[in-house]
């Protein structure tokens, strides 16, 4: 094959913890008998709240096809090239096994959120259920904990926890606690993965995602300070590096495989405008603008199983209406009607495989 898959999961392969019927037809045709994968795949996720090894097992149950956790590329995995934080002490944000996750991609100090609050728990006041019923005679300022970036993984639980302890942590330059510092710009650094303003579960419509939670901090940071929130990466699709790290993921495997033919194109399949799209279309560009021992083209392919809807979304008559279509990307991409504009729609993942096989003129 001179060809990979790039797969969504949320939308394309599963709703919620429910497979989609034509996800096991369309692996079926991707391994040989002996469950071998016929072309290099990769299963690129912007969730970000478990291990790979985790998201694989759950994979290989749900498809009935083995997968190792080198096909499954979670949104934070590229925080392992981000090596000048991994000795330093970081504040993590998000949900599942935060440190456990953090300690794989190489963090020696991560703080929790809820750590944070234990060492301070005179700064979480918005439940009056939580707040301390006896309050703390020692000062806060005995606690020495001095948090060097924030690293934001995925939505939390209580919003209002970790909205206003980021921003404690932001406006005292890593030291919360402290009384704010206004004249601290720019604030420490933010690493962010995962912008999804929505994603698709059992619910009829779309749910909040990470993206809809970092635009209630980069709005609540603003209003404060009158000054923007600048991150320092932004990570899982629809970002570039997100994208080259999938690729090297891609080459592996082909090599692992001793393929000759080299791999010309990659197909990214997804459901989500915004993000699926949006991230590969920006990746063509780059490709195309940058010649390179790299892939030349990345196809994105549109499914109609998740968040897109072919009733509601950017119509197929015109391109004018895409101009008028609300842009759900994150505020620093900034909105361009040809990269949400699909090289292909197809009804589902299984779809999506027979198309990519025409198109290849590719029988396994």
Same mark, same amino acid.
């Given at each position: 094959? $001179?060809?990979?898959?790039?797969?969504? =999961? %949320?939308?394309?392969? @599963?709703?919620?913890?429910?497979? #989609?019927?034509?996800?096991?037809t369309?692996?079926?045709?991707?391994?040989? $008998?002996?469950?071998?994968f016929?072309?290099?795949?990769?299963?690129?996720t /912007?969730?970000?709240?478990?291990?790979r090894?985790? +998201?694989?097992?759950?994979? $290989?149950?749900?498809?009935?096809?083995?997968?190792?956790?080198? !096909?499954?590329?979670?949104?934070? $995995?590229?925080?392992?090239?981000?090596?000048?934080?991994?000795? +330093?002490?970081?504040?993590?944000?998000?949900?599942g096994?935060?440190?456990?996750?953090?300690?794989?991609?190489?963090?020696c100090?991560?703080?929790?959120?809820?750590?944070?609050?234990?060492?301070?728990?005179?700064?979480?006041?918005?439940?009056?259920?939580?707040?301390?019923?006896?309050?703390?005679?020692?000062? /806060?300022?005995?606690?020495?904990?001095?948090?060097?970036?924030?690293v934001?993984?995925? &939505?939390?639980?209580?919003?209002?926890?970790?909205? !206003?302890?980021?921003?404690?942590?932001?406006?005292?330059?890593?030291?919360?606690?402290?009384?704010?510092?206004?004249?601290?710009?720019?604030?420490?650094? @933010?690493?962010?993965? /995962?912008?999804?303003?929505?994603?698709?579960? &059992?619910?009829?419509?779309?749910?909040?995602?990470h993206?809809?939670?970092? @635009?209630?901090?980069?709005?609540?940071?603003?209003?404060?300070?009158?000054?923007?929130?600048?991150?320092?990466?932004?990570?899982?699709?629809?970002? +570039?590096?997100?994208?080259?790290?999938?690729?090297y993921?891609?080459?592996?495997?082909?090599?692992?495989?001793?393929?000759?033919?080299?791999? !010309?194109?990659?197909y990214?399949?997804? %459901? /989500?405008?915004?993000?699926? #799209?949006?991230?590969?279309?920006?990746?063509?560009?780059?490709?195309?603008?940058?010649?390179?021992?790299?892939?030349?083209?990345?196809?994105?392919?549109?499914?109609?199983?998740?968040?897109?809807?072919?009733?509601t979304? @950017?119509?197929?008559?015109?391109?004018?209406?895409?101009?008028d279509?609300?842009?759900?990307?994150?505020?620093?991409?900034?909105? %361009?009607?040809?990269?949400?504009?699909?090289?292909? =729609?197809v009804?589902?993942?299984?779809?999506?495989?027979?198309?990519?096989?025409?198109?290849?003129?590719?029988?396994?």
């Open positions: 094959p $001179s060809f990979g898959f790039l797969f969504d =999961i %949320d939308g394309v392969l @599963v709703r919620g913890k429910t497979p #989609i019927p034509a996800a096991k369309a692996f079926q045709k991707l391994v040989n $008998s002996q469950g071998q016929v072309v290099p795949v990769v299963f690129v /912007n969730a970000g709240n478990c291990l090894q985790k +998201k694989a097992d759950q994979l $290989s149950h749900l498809l009935g096809v083995p997968v190792s956790q080198d !096909q499954v590329m979670m949104s934070h $995995s590229p925080l392992r090239m981000f090596k000048r934080y991994h000795e +330093k002490c970081v504040l993590v944000s998000g949900q096994p935060l440190l456990d996750i953090a300690q794989d991609l190489g963090f100090q991560p703080i929790t959120i809820e750590t944070l609050r234990e060492k301070h728990p005179l700064l979480d006041a918005v439940d009056h259920e939580r707040r301390p019923n006896i309050l703390c005679l020692l000062s /806060n300022s005995c606690i020495i904990l001095v948090l060097v970036a924030v934001l993984f995925g &939505e939390p639980v209580r919003w209002e926890t970790n909205l !206003q302890l980021i921003i404690d942590v932001l406006l005292t330059s890593g030291y919360p606690g402290n009384p704010y510092q206004h004249e601290s710009y720019p604030h420490i650094p @933010v690493l962010a993965c /995962n912008m999804d303003l929505m994603w698709v579960a &059992e619910a009829q419509s779309p749910r909040f995602g993206g809809t939670f970092m @635009v209630c901090l980069e709005n609540i940071y603003k209003k404060i300070t009158g000054k923007d929130l600048k991150y320092e990466a932004l990570m899982g699709k629809p970002s +570039k590096v997100t994208y080259q790290y999938a690729e993921l891609i080459r592996a495997q082909a090599a692992e495989r001793q393929w000759k033919q080299p791999i !010309q194109t990659l990214a399949v997804g %459901d /989500n405008l915004m993000t699926d #799209i949006y991230g590969a279309n920006l990746y063509n560009r780059y490709l195309e603008e940058n010649s390179r021992k790299a892939a030349a083209h990345c196809r994105s392919v549109l499914v109609c199983t998740g968040v897109y809807s072919p009733q979304e @950017v119509p197929l008559d015109t391109r004018e209406t895409i101009t279509t609300v842009f759900h990307g994150h505020r620093d991409f900034r909105f %361009d009607p040809g990269l949400v504009e699909p090289d292909h =729609i009804s589902d993942v299984d779809a999506a495989v027979d198309l990519v096989f025409q198109l290849e003129n590719f029988a396994p």
